[in-house]
């Protein structure tokens, strides 16, 4: 591997864990983002031309506390210089400056695994500080949490790169302007912050799972993260229902990913998935935490709900087999509770199963105004599907070209075009 695809494939796995010890090393979390951005931008000139270290993570983390080291320092002895004025001018001597952190070692920084999930977590809860706008919050996080670019949390959300940026930035300004402090919140403060923190790591497992650009179609990496941060939410509240659901949709949905590339990569449409590849231990915690969410809750939540979908895919021997009169019926519900033109289309792919395409179509023309499709590609592929279903293959070519025109991922493009390509 050449060093610039090393450094960013350590960024992608480490960026959340170097910004989260960075945060707790020097209490600043505005701070921390910056030194780790600039221990990335060093790596970039230095990685290619000198090779990849030993300890890459531990290499970026170094780097970012000598960054920080010196910026105390150079705080410091300002600080001495406006404390000497002020006593020439009769002001008093007290100085303002933070303390100076401990020094680095000079060698690789070795992680302290008992540290780590604190470290992330706390992330995820300052990131989602309620003085922070929602939209700042998700677009913030995703970016500390996950390592996700501008680009790609644009079009996560459907929004221009420069929006996004100008949230992070003033997201960034906002927690310093509050010192919010570098800490996992207490019991009390944490209803109020958690459904920002759960839906942050959604859209990240959305990613990684159906990655909306790049090469590859499945992103495991942020998928992975965000199961590793569901799993350490539901240690810390095992008591909220709907953290127990999100956990339980991202396992159920994780353990479709073995069968759902093919050797090169390739998508691989559910009803030719070899089923046998599919992870059942994945599956079974996934509906282990199922169960438990329905024993603490007052009925299942949004997350409960869509963890109840994957559940019926999971356990359905084929796509024939699958009970789509229930899952139409698990959408209404979540269409209730969390309205949504993407749960509505998703629901018209169930009805589909369920009825027929053309009751679908109906659904989905009704869903053609919606701006959140305005750029999207989901809508035109579901309704080329339809029409191709429904034998007419001229309005399905069209509908598919136009997918094939707003897709970013090349592995989706690719797998729309065959079906486009295939109706001439």
């Not at 010192?179 to 959305?206: H, K």
């Not at 030719?272 to 169960?291: M, S």
Request: charged letters at 25%; one cysteine or more.
């Amino acid at each position: 591997m050449d060093g610039r695809r090393a450094v960013e494939a350590i960024w992608r796995i480490e960026s959340a864990r170097i910004v989260g010890a960075l945060a707790r090393y020097t209490g600043d979390f505005a701070l921390a983002e910056d030194l780790a951005q600039e221990s990335l931008a060093e790596a970039l000139v230095s990685w290619p031309r000198e090779g990849a270290p030993r300890n890459p993570a531990g290499w970026l983390l170094t780097v970012g506390r000598r960054r920080a080291v010196d910026g105390f320092r150079r705080r410091a002895v300002q600080d001495d210089r406006y404390a000497a004025l002020a006593r020439d001018l009769g002001e008093g001597g007290a100085t303002s400056g933070a303390p100076a952190p401990r020094e680095p070692p000079d060698g690789d920084v070795l992680w302290d695994p008992d540290q780590i999930d604190d470290d992330v977590l706390a992330l995820a809860f300052i990131a989602c500080h309620p003085v922070v706008s929602r939209e700042a919050r998700v677009a913030l996080a995703l970016r500390v949490l996950g390592g996700l670019t501008s680009d790609e949390i644009a079009r996560a959300f459907l929004v221009p790169t420069a929006t996004v940026q100008a949230r992070i930035t003033r997201a960034k300004k906002t927690l310093a302007a509050a010192r919010v402090p570098f800490e996992v919140p207490p019991p009390q403060d944490r209803p109020a912050r958690i459904g920002s923190v759960l839906s942050v790591v959604y859209v990240i497992f959305t990613e990684g799972s159906t990655a909306t650009s790049g090469e590859r179609w499945i992103r495991t990496d942020l998928a992975h993260e965000a199961v590793r941060l569901a799993r350490v939410l539901a240690r810390l509240l095992p008591h909220e229902p709907e953290v127990l659901g999100l956990l339980a949709l991202l396992e159920l949905t994780a353990a479709r990913f073995p069968a759902r590339t093919g050797p090169s990569g390739e998508p691989v449409l559910l009803e030719d998935q070899d089923r046998a590849r599919w992870d059942r231990a994945a599956i079974g915690r996934g509906r282990a935490a199922l169960t438990s969410a329905a024993r603490v809750g007052r009925g299942l939540g949004p997350y409960g709900l869509q963890a109840a979908i994957a559940e019926c895919h999971a356990t359905a021997p084929s796509v024939e087999q699958t009970d789509w009169p229930r899952i139409v019926l698990l959408y209404d519900a979540l269409g209730r509770l969390a309205p949504s033109p993407v749960v509505d289309l998703n629901r018209a792919v169930a009805v589909s199963m369920a009825e027929s395409p053309a009751a679908a179509l109906t659904i989905v023309d009704g869903l053609a105004a919606t701006p959140e499709f305005r750029d999207s590609h989901l809508l035109p592929a579901v309704r080329g599907e339809l029409l191709t279903r429904l034998g007419r293959p001229v309005e399905a070519r069209e509908a598919l070209g136009l997918a094939v025109e707003r897709c970013g991922n090349a592995r989706e493009r690719e797998l729309l075009e065959r079906k486009r390509d295939a109706l001439d």
